[in-house]
């Protein structure tokens, strides 16, 4: 068999329905590309993934002994083959002709690659609301540069890179910590809007709030593990103002997409409520400190 160009991981948060709606769409996306497609399969989706035939052919399933995504790229990226290796999860699908694009941006010297993230079609005020929050900073148009974030639904990295830097993400694979140590390398994260994902979840009000939670508290030992202890204890005094930040910076977003305010006004009150849980979650994180 010729070996893949490109790796794709495909992290599963939602259900079967969701991880084979995703595996089809990065069949169309990186046709014309030699490529693999590795599924990291938790506790939860086992018995329901028994059978695999409706996925793209070469499909490799890696059973995981953990529900947490970032234990579920980690054990994906340490089986990727290609020297380049993308991942997505099952709520974002790339468009076609992503695979190309990609090995085309890699030519570049940079170690990580990302790209936007579009809306696909309608949703909830929570899908509205989570969108704003995590991937507002993604909303196109973009301009091409360097990032200090990219997103972990749509990155992609030179496995050569990410090896560089495995203590980072061996056990599990954080954005923000796999960034960050690239960063300190004098490596360079990229943002190609030519790269582009069409993002679409569902997903309740109190499971986002719940996830949003984890992410800020993970957010916040990220942080915790780079400040001395002084430090942290500001952060901490300082934390019932991150819900203001947080918002404040989804607004700043729209500045390139007004067309999307009539969405953030109907989704404000649920944005404030993830703000909040995001500001516990990172107080939480920082005030203890463990990875």
């Not at 109190?206 to 942080?223: N, P, S, T």
């Not at 593990?225 to 204890?233: E, N």
Request: charged letters at 15%.
């Amino acid at each position: 068999m010729t070996a893949p160009g490109l790796s794709v991981v495909l992290v599963p948060l939602g259900g079967v329905r969701a991880v084979r709606d995703a595996a089809a769409a990065i069949a169309t996306a990186c046709a014309g590309v030699t490529w693999e497609l590795i599924v990291p399969v938790p506790p939860r989706l086992r018995p329901a993934l028994t059978d695999t035939s409706g996925f793209p052919p070469g499909t490799s399933f890696i059973p995981a002994d953990d529900d947490n995504p970032w234990v579920l790229r980690a054990l994906a990226v340490r089986a990727a083959q290609a020297p380049v290796v993308v991942t997505f999860e099952d709520h974002a699908r790339p468009v076609t002709g992503y695979g190309a694009q990609l090995l085309a941006a890699h030519q570049q010297p940079h170690a990580a690659i990302g790209g936007v993230v579009a809306k696909s079609g309608s949703d909830t005020s929570t899908g509205w609301a989570m969108y704003f929050l995590d991937y507002g900073r993604y909303i196109p148009p973009q301009h091409a540069g360097p990032r200090e974030y990219l997103t972990a639904c749509n990155v992609s990295y030179k496995t050569a890179a990410l090896a560089a830097v495995r203590d980072a993400w061996s056990h599990d694979m954080h954005e923000t910590t796999v960034h960050m140590a690239l960063r300190a390398r004098g490596e360079t994260l990229w943002l190609d809007p030519a790269l582009v994902v069409l993002q679409q979840r569902d997903q309740s009000f109190g499971e986002a709030v719940a996830e949003v939670r984890r992410h800020g508290e993970a957010f916040g030992r990220d942080l915790a593990r780079h400040l001395p202890a002084s430090r942290r204890s500001v952060r901490v005094l300082a934390s019932p103002l991150v819900p203001v930040v947080q918002l404040l910076r989804a607004a700043s977003h729209l500045r390139r997409a007004p067309h999307l305010l009539p969405r953030f006004v109907l989704a404000f009150p649920a944005l404030v409520a993830l703000a909040v849980s995001w500001g516990r979650g990172e107080a939480a994180g920082l005030w203890s400190g463990r990875p």
